[in-house]
């Protein structure tokens, strides 16, 4: 699988044309929309619970939101959605959307809750090194597998700001659980190597205007009282580059319209994705939007 050290991947973007993007139209290659599965066993019941597992000896806690028409009687997927930076597991469930999906479409989510309210993805942005938040999202999921009736082959991971940074990190480390992601308002970091086990599809938005996360990338000091240690953005173009070569996409990304671009035809039938907001700063992503492109992808067989 290739590798990429991220440190001065800022390739320039050539735009090229026709969208017609449905979002997530690839999936792997299977049937965007195959019969659901039955299971056996469950022990989950609609509604929300403040959750824990324990990682390197520690309790870690998360909110897992099973939405009322969740019966238990066949698969459905499972969505992990990483809170910013100075935020909460609740404060995400409140205000990303992805619960009201969640209800219209019957999917779980989790809310997991970061140390410090901020997640670790290397060179940033918590109090440690030691604090394993790909370990946290791994015993998150295999513990609602056990107890609840998922899809372990559409798992996939969000999230907004440092919890976007979250899911990047998820995508380099933990592409066999992950089947696709979709950060917000994060790039990737030239001070992390990124190898994922697999192609992996991403679906990124971004505002250019963003003034904490530079659009165009380069330094910044992370707002936190923990880790001051500069960091350097690769930008949003230099991040979509970056997953165009991880996942082995041909020739250069296309304007896919509608403010996006990228490619729909990258290895394995994966895609990578970055849409811009002309107008947006330090925003979120519209959680309907990432939905329906995360929901197409599976993990291979």
Not at 209 to 218: A, E, K, S, T
Request: glycine share 10%; hydrophobic share 35%; proline share 7%.
């Amino acid at each position: 699988m290739r590798k990429i050290v991220l440190t001065g991947i800022l390739a320039g973007l050539m735009p090229l044309a026709a969208f017609g993007f449905n979002p997530g139209g690839g999936g792997n290659g299977d049937d965007p929309d195959p019969p659901p599965t039955s299971c056996t066993h469950n022990t989950l019941q609609a509604g929300a619970t403040t959750r824990t597992v324990t990682i390197d000896g520690q309790r870690r806690q998360y909110i897992l939101h099973v939405p009322s028409n969740y019966d238990g009687s066949q698969e459905v997927p499972l969505l992990l959605d990483f809170h910013a930076l100075s935020s909460s597991a609740d404060g995400q469930r409140n205000s990303s959307g992805t619960a009201n999906v969640a209800e219209r479409e019957t999917f779980i989510v989790a809310y997991p809750q970061g140390i410090d309210n901020a997640w670790n993805i290397g060179p940033c942005c918590t109090r440690s090194r030691a604090v394993d938040d790909v370990a946290f999202a791994r015993a998150i999921v295999a513990e609602t597998v056990a107890q609840g009736c998922i899809d372990e082959r559409r798992v996939y991971a969000t999230g907004y700001s440092n919890g976007g940074g979250l899911s990047y990190k998820l995508a380099c480390d933990a592409a066999d659980v992950f089947a696709a992601v979709a950060p917000a308002a994060f790039d990737l970091i030239e001070e992390m190597s990124c190898q994922p086990s697999r192609p992996i599809s991403v679906f990124a938005d971004r505002g250019r205007l963003d003034f904490i996360v530079p659009y165009r990338g380069g330094a910044s000091n992370p707002p936190t009282p923990y880790r001051l240690d500069t960091i350097h953005f690769l930008g949003a173009v230099g991040t979509l580059n970056a997953w165009g070569e991880l996942n082995a996409c041909p020739g250069a990304p296309r304007d896919l319209g509608n403010g996006c671009q990228g490619w729909t035809n990258c290895a394995d039938g994966t895609e990578t994705v970055l849409c811009t907001s002309r107008l947006g700063s330090h925003s979120a992503w519209d959680a309907t939007e990432s939905w329906n492109f995360l929901k197409q992808h599976r993990l291979p067989d």
